[in-house]
C-alpha cells in the first residue's frame, strides 16, 4: 500500500506570497492532520480534517487554511507568507480521527520563504 | 491541558549498549501515548502506542517503552543500540474533547530528543 505522499517537496516563496501545498493519505483513511515543524517550536498542529470536516485547528493564524477533497486528498494553504513560515510542513493520515491510533506521515515539504 | 516533556535534547550511547529516551506526560483521565522516530530529511515514522493493557510495550526496530502511571512517564528503551538508531526522537500524547459540535482528537508532540549512537 502507498504511503502518505506531499507535494511538492521543496518550495521557495518570496515573503507576501501564498502557497498551497497536497497532501495524498494512504488508500482508505479518512483523517488527514497538518504540522508545521520548526527547530525553534518543534512539531506544532496546524489542523485536522475528516470526511470533508475540519475537526479541530492549532492556535495558527487565518493565513492559513486548508480543506479536504471527497477522495481525501488535502491541501493547506498559506496567505501573505511571512519569514516566519519557513519551515518543514507535515501531513499524516490515519483511518480514524487522528488521536485514537498512530498516524501515519508523509516526508513533509520544506519551505522556505525569502 | 494535556502535555509531554522530554528533559534531554540529546542522548548519547554506544552502540551495543541500552538506551533510554525519557518522555513524561500529564493528561486528565486515560493517557494515550506514542512515540515517533524521525530520520534526516524524513517525515515521522510510528514506533509504538500505549493505549491499555500491559505497561511494557513492544513496538518496531526492537524498540519497547515502559508506562509508569505513579511517575507519570513512558520512556522509550532498547537493550541494544545500533548506529542506525541515531534519529530524532518524539514522545506524543492524545488530547481529546467531547463537545456538543462534535469531538476531536489530536496529538501533543514533545519538543523531540536527539539520540546519538556512537560506533
Known amino acids: 500500500k502507498a504511503g502518505v505522499t506531499q507535494t511538492p517537496r521543496y518550495l521557495i516563496k518570496t515573503r507576501g506570497q501564498q502557497v498551497t501545498l497536497s497532501c495524498s493519505p494512504i488508500s482508505g483513511h479518512r483523517s488527514v492532520s497538518w504540522y508545521q515543524q520548526t527547530p525553534g517550536q518543534g512539531l506544532q498542529f496546524l489542523f485536522e480534517?475528516?470526511?470533508?470536516?475540519?475537526?479541530n485547528k492549532g492556535n495558527f493564524p487565518g493565513r492559513f487554511s486548508g480543506r479536504q477533497f471527497s477522495n481525501s486528498r488535502s491541501e493547506m494553504n498559506v496567505s501573505t507568507l511571512e519569514l516566519g513560515d519557513s519551515a518543514l510542513y507535515l501531513c499524516?493520515?490515519?483511518?480514524?480521527?487522528?488521536?485514537?491510533?498512530?498516524?501515519?506521515f508523509g516526508p513533509g515539504t520544506r519551505l522556505t520563504v525569502t | 491541558a494535556q502535555s509531554v516533556a522530554q528533559p534531554e535534547d540529546q542522548v548519547n550511547v554506544a552502540e551495543g549498549n541500552p538506551l533510554t529516551v525519557k518522555c513524561t506526560y500529564s493528561?486528565?483521565?486515560?493517557?494515550?501515548l506514542f512515540w515517533y522516530v524521525q530520520y534526516p530529511n524524513r517525515g515521522l515514522q510510528f514506533l509504538l502506542k500505549y493505549i491499555t493493557g500491559d505497561n511494557l510495550v513492544k513496538g518496531s526496530y526492537g524498540f519497547e517503552a515502559e508506562f509508569n502511571k505513579s511517575q507519570t512517564s513512558f520512556h522509550l528503551k532498547k537493550p541494544s543500540a545500533l548506529v542506525s538508531d541515531s534519529a530524532l526522537y518524539f514522545c506524543a500524547v492524545r488530547e481529546a474533547h467531547t463537545g456538543f459540535s462534535g469531538g476531536y482528537n489530536k496529538l501533543i508532540f514533545g519538543a523531540g530528543t536527539r539520540l546519538a549512537v556512537h560506533p
Open positions: 480534517y475528516f470526511s470533508e470536516t475540519q475537526r
Open positions: 493528561v486528565s483521565g486515560n493517557p494515550y
Open positions: 499524516a493520515s490515519s483511518p480514524e480521527i487522528a488521536g485514537y491510533g498512530e498516524q501515519y
